[in-house]
């Protein structure tokens, strides 16, 4: 292969590298984040937009109509003290759960079959259902409270001051289970200043193409 052929060939090499950096970074998350490395169960995951521009839902999110009740439209104000947030929020307490933050605790209040799915990378799974006073064992709650998020049980009350933060989420808007969670923690004692509802879930976190990751 003569110099010219394998010179040529290198240019077309750069270009093409070139061509598919500038199409991964197309789609940021905002004018000036492209991506954000979070860990989940150990590994390092990467979470950005969906960088195809055709495409579309999956099926499973692509209903609009889903039978109410259960699956009513949530308020955009769940609790008075809870806080809404949104992805930019979501990807910062994400961010710092990965640098090591041990205050924040980010929560799948799904069940089994919908994460299977997948999930927001960096969360936790615990169905809504462990939590509830009407299904769950006050054993077994307590041992989520004291083990998993760090409140502390004294003769009587609970006490809540080393508590981590529990940033809930499950389908969107039309899902209850987050919104069950955080009642249920609330009927407890827990503080509403430690529990943050991301009311979009998984429906506008697959709206935005952001990454998910399956279950292992």
Known sequence: MSLVIQ??????LIFLNGAALSEELRVNITRDMDSVTVKHE????????NQQPGNELAPLFQKTSRKCPPFCIQPMKIADGVETIDEIQMLDYLKRVSAGDNSVLIIDSRGEQWVRRGTIPGSINIHYKKLSLRSADEGDIAEILEKIFGAHRGSELWSFRGAKTLVLFCNGMWCGQSPSNIKALLRI???????????????DWENLGLTKVLPK
């Open 42 to 49: 150990g590994q390092e995951i990467r979470i950005q937009r």
């Open 189 to 203: 004692g827990y503080p509403p200043s430690k529990l943050k509802w991301y009311r979009g879930g998984m429906q």
């Open 7 to 12: 010179l040529l060939l290198m240019a077309a």
